[in-house]
């Protein structure tokens, strides 16, 4: 029978997300809701600061992506006031977006989105001595012998033996949705545990650029570390500075970052899609891309050095790519038809971000409630539609973008990856497909680390120690009105902020980020989100109980919840106030 399945919270994401979907007699899902279920109001906070601190500010939108969100923040200010800064913090940027996009996507593959086809409870019937074989046949990897693979089942079953999965709680285990046989599934959680491991070096590239992690220091105009080039280790601003043995220590984590994508994460996504074809088939969604482009070696006003272009895709139409225009008022525009807030022109007015506005309006039930009046405003996520659009952001927004610039390296491995799993280039456009891209971007990045990182060095070598740039620093320099925008690709997708400066402080700021484009709830004319989209495209739920399909698909963007909303209680009331003296 017909049924609605509510999803509430999804879990292993970042932030508060709520779905909904309508299902048929036969299970098959014909509509579609999507709800961000939180409110922040970084953009209220912001109004009235100094631009050069709403990087410390705007970081804070999220706990998982602090580092992209401080680079938005720098680069609108830094557009605003046309500000350049040196190629030495030009690299140190790339090298710390890079390592962003790494550390997550390989977090995310492993710790949030391979329980939904890895069933870990099955991994307890594997024969290690075949687990090794399976390993050894697709990938060098030095950690595939059988003694290994025998000590990570034994942890495991210490875990179901204490009657606690622990990490591993909570999961849809034993589902006939499940394909992978016992020595897969074994071999994905020992990985699971090894990039929990990894991931602690990884995060050596923002201490060491950016003092700290999570939440590293930005700096208005460049880099926060100065240069160092006393080897002794005695004087100076040696201690703190960046000097070549934390140059070497970077080339070292940059090495072990490429060998665990390339030995480990890309063999395993590879092996893991192979026993889901079906997925290729399924959970496109609206069929558009876009790309704000990023990864400058000369800077942002130079496109031709970027590593990411820029550019949309409409309706699978890789031979056209349309030009964008981030500050033109026709391109970007937020809707807020099904959103908790209103706009002073009404409810299906659209705005661009400088003009933008926050103000929060819930008129939805006090939860817990049955389910969304989808037919009124049921989420705290705006609608963002490029020239009336609904667009896609993310890992298969970028490499489909690659691939139809014809970025060579984005063009092997994909042909590779579509060989070895006999699928033709639209297989892409799927859930199993986003979660492919996302691999395969990884792959293109981390090698283009360590390019960037000789450059770096080069730099230093040849005298090149200027990290910052002083000629815009003093307010009294500034003019009395500027607007800028700050773009980036973010791990998962495009990501804006754009700030509106007024006699030296701000006056508006408004963030359009990747789960705003993904998961926004419908327009004024009904037209569903990527993530309601991708939901109706071929799913059928087996279990309403356990909906790992709906699962499946939401997890393949890569949710952010957190990043996307703009404290209040379901009765729409005032829960606290921050004040800084």
């Not at 550390?103 to 069933?119: E, I, K, N, S």
């Not at 220091?217 to 100076?236: C, H, K, Q, R």
């Not at 639209?426 to 000789?454: C, N, P, Y």
């Amino acid at each position: 029978m017909s049924a609605r399945i509510v999803v509430d919270p999804i879990t292993r994401i970042e932030g508060h997300l709520r779905i909904e979907a309508q299902t048929n007699d036969a299970g098959q899902i014909t509509g579609a809701y999507s709800s961000g279920t939180m409110v922040r109001g970084i953009e209220l906070i912001l109004q009235g600061r100094d631009p050069r601190d709403a990087w410390a500010f705007a970081q804070r939108i999220c706990g998982v992506c602090t580092l992209v969100h401080g680079i938005a923040s720098v680069r609108a200010v830094e557009n605003a006031l046309d500000y350049r800064i040196p190629p030495n913090a030009q690299l140190i940027r790339n090298l710390m977006i890079a390592a962003q996009f790494v550390h997550d996507h390989v977090m995310h593959f492993y710790h949030l989105h391979a329980l939904d086809w890895v069933d870990v409870v099955s991994a307890l019937k594997a024969d290690p001595d075949a687990t090794s074989k399976l390993a050894q046949s697709i990938s060098r990897y030095p950690k595939s012998s059988p003694g290994y693979f025998s000590d990570t089942q034994k942890k495991l079953k210490n875990f179901v033996e204490s009657g606690q999965l622990g990490i591993f709680a909570n999961g849809f285990w034993g589902n006939p949705g499940y394909k992978l046989p016992p020595e897969a599934n074994l071999m994905a959680v020992a990985h699971y545990l090894e990039a929990l491991a990894w991931q602690r070096e990884v995060v050596q590239i923002h201490t060491i650029f950016g003092g700290k992690n999570p939440h590293p220091n930005f700096l208005v105009g460049g880099a926060p570390s100065p240069i160092s080039i006393d080897t002794t280790g005695s004087g100076g601003t040696s201690a703190t500075a960046l000097d070549m043995a934390g140059l070497d220590r970077i080339k070292s984590v940059i090495s072990r970052m490429q060998e665990f994508v390339e030995q480990v994460y890309l063999p395993d996504t590879l092996a893991i899609a192979s026993f889901y074809k079906d997925w290729f088939a399924r959970g496109e969604g609206v069929g558009n891309f876009l790309t704000y482009g990023d990864f400058p070696e000369k800077g942002l006003d130079d496109p031709s050095s970027w590593l990411i272009p820029s550019g949309a895709i409409l309706g699978r139409d890789l031979a056209t790519i349309h030009p964008i225009d981030l500050t033109k008022p026709d391109e970007v525009q937020e809707f807020v038809s099904h959103s908790w807030y209103d706009y002073s022109g009404g409810k299906n007015e659209g705005r661009h971000p400088y003009e933008g506005q926050t103000n929060l309006h819930y008129t939805g039930p006090k939860p817990p409630f049955a389910q969304l009046d989808v037919d009124e405003s049921y989420s705290w996520l705006k609608s963002p539609r490029w020239k009336g659009h609904v667009m896609e952001v993310g890992p298969l927004a970028r490499v489909l973008m690659l691939y139809a610039k014809g970025h060579e390296p984005t063009r092997e491995l994909a042909t590779h990856a579509l060989k070895t799993l006999d699928l033709p280039l639209s297989a892409m456009f799927s859930t199993m497909g986003r979660t492919a891209a996302r691999t395969l971007e990884s792959k293109i990045i981390v090698d283009q680390m360590q390019t960037w990182h000789a450059n770096l060095v080069a730099n230093i070598k040849a005298g090149d120690l200027a990290v910052h740039n002083p000629a815009k620093w003093d307010p009294a320099s500034w003019p009395t009105v500027a607007r800028g925008v700050g773009f980036m690709e973010a791990p998962r997708g495009a990501l804006a902020h754009w700030v509106v400066i007024k006699d030296g402080k701000i006056d508006n700021y408004q963030a359009v980020v990747p789960s705003t484009w993904n998961a926004g709830p419908r327009d004024g004319r009904g037209l569903p989100g990527p993530y309601e989209a991708a939901l109706m495209d071929r799913h059928t739920v087996y279990d309403p109980k356990q909906p790992l399909e709906i699962q499946r698909t939401i997890h393949s963007f890569d949710p952010c919840i957190a990043c996307a909303v703009h404290v209040v209680n379901g009765a729409g009331e005032e829960l606290l106030q921050l004040r800084v003296r």
